[in-house]
């Protein structure tokens, strides 16, 4: 090495011990976790009850099935698991129409006729037909035949369906108003979901509470001028249930509008035909318990039970002991990630419901409102 190579070397080794230095100073640097990384542990030390089965017969009024219907799963053992927990049935808001809805007929109802309740959905793929309100009156009253006993109507209705100019099929489109009105003669509740919880309509930023999710699940957000605000997709859902008083429509999630308790419940109180249920919302419940305990209290004939399942495992036990022990203890700070699927990072606190208010809404509000329940 000459003399030249070697004075350069001698430079530079400084610099390099420095910036690697620096580097691995910052990267270990608490200001530098990332968000994604960050999993406080909590040191406070509460109470833990542990709720093997509801105190009352259960029905869940909000899960999801094909899962279980696609890959051919024991039914045997997905019933011991509810009798375990004490759920007596379970709604399948997967049914579909066509072939799909004759299998989870075969597959769940068969066997077991009362403890699966299955509802059918729309077929949206024929909307922009002249004759698609006839044809969807058809398909529905044919499903009822066959033994669904509702109509499942998911966010896609405002969200997604396309008219043929390309705008979102409105939830309150003329062209659906035969198909609602159906479903009351034929007796047979809607559950709708309509919009999303309110951090999917505001920007992705450092305020957004979803944010550590939601950035998993883009599309998910429905902060864009292309889509309906959430205020607007509430108020076209309202306009159909005030126009077709003798159809039960259940919102789903707490109406998708559990953030605004208060809110909520005006809209009960001017929409008699109006339910909601508390599936996949616990976190939201749960951070204001004092407020949701009074409204469900004072609501007890309009809130039912339902859990919206898991995307892989809709029916396991610990999904539902989470929910009996989030509905009938006063525990404190609860983690109710076992509650579903997707929950975000909060914990919460029991409600701690009166017997009389927990019976209506585990069974009698869901046995009121679906036909066909022994």
């Not at 530098?32 to 017969?57: F, S, W």
């Not at 044809?135 to 109509?151: D, H, M, P, S, T």
């Not at 559950?191 to 992705?204: G, M, N, Q, R, V």
């Amino acid at each position: 090495m000459n003399i030249k190579n070697l004075y350069h070397t001698l430079t530079i080794l400084p610099l390099l011990y420095f910036f690697i230095g620096f580097y691995c100073d910052r990267k270990d640097d608490i200001k530098n976790i990332q968000l994604v990384d960050y999993q406080p542990q909590p040191m406070l030390v509460t109470k833990e009850t542990y709720v093997p089965k509801a105190r009352y017969p259960a029905i869940d009024v909000h899960n999801h099935l094909r899962h279980i219907v696609e890959s051919g799963e024991d039914i045997s053992k997905i019933v011991s698991i509810m009798d375990e927990c004490n759920v007596k049935a379970v709604v399948d808001l997967d049914g579909g129409f066509g072939e799909n809805l004759d299998k989870h007929l075969r597959v769940l109802k068969e066997p077991y006729p009362d403890r699966f309740i299955i509802y059918a959905r729309i077929d949206w793929s024929r909307i922009n037909e002249p004759d698609f309100s006839e044809y969807a009156v058809n398909q529905l009253e044919e499903a009822v035949r066959k033994g669904a006993q509702g109509l499942k109507i998911s966010k896609s209705l405002g969200l997604g369906v396309e008219e043929a100019d390309g705008r979102y099929l409105r939830v309150d489109s003329p062209k659906l108003d035969p198909i609602w009105e159906k479903c009351g003669e034929l007796g047979i509740p809607v559950e709708i979901h309509t919009s999303d919880p309110a951090a999917f309509f505001t920007p992705l930023d450092k305020h957004n509470e979803w944010l550590s999710i939601l950035v998993k699940y883009l599309n998910w957000m429905f902060n864009k001028p292309e889509f309906y605000s959430r205020e607007e997709l509430h108020k076209q859902r309202n306009n159909v249930i005030a126009k077709h008083k003798n159809t039960i429509f259940s919102g789903a999630h707490m109406g998708n509008n559990p953030e605004n308790l208060q809110q909520l419940g005006e809209w009960l109180d001017k929409y008699p035909n109006f339910y909601v249920n508390i599936d996949a919302r616990l976190a939201e419940l749960g951070r204001q318990p004092y407020t949701a305990r009074k409204f469900i209290i004072k609501y007890q004939d309009r809130v039912m039970f339902g859990t919206d399942g898991y995307f892989d495992t809709p029916i396991n036990a610990e999904m539902y002991r989470t929910h009996w022990r989030f509905l009938e203890t006063d525990d404190e700070y609860m983690d109710i990630s076992k509650s579903h699927t997707v929950t975000p990072d909060w914990r919460v606190y029991g409600l701690y419901l009166p017997d009389e208010v927990l019976n209506k809404l585990y069974y009698l509000n869901a046995k009121k409102m679906i036909p066909g329940i022994k």
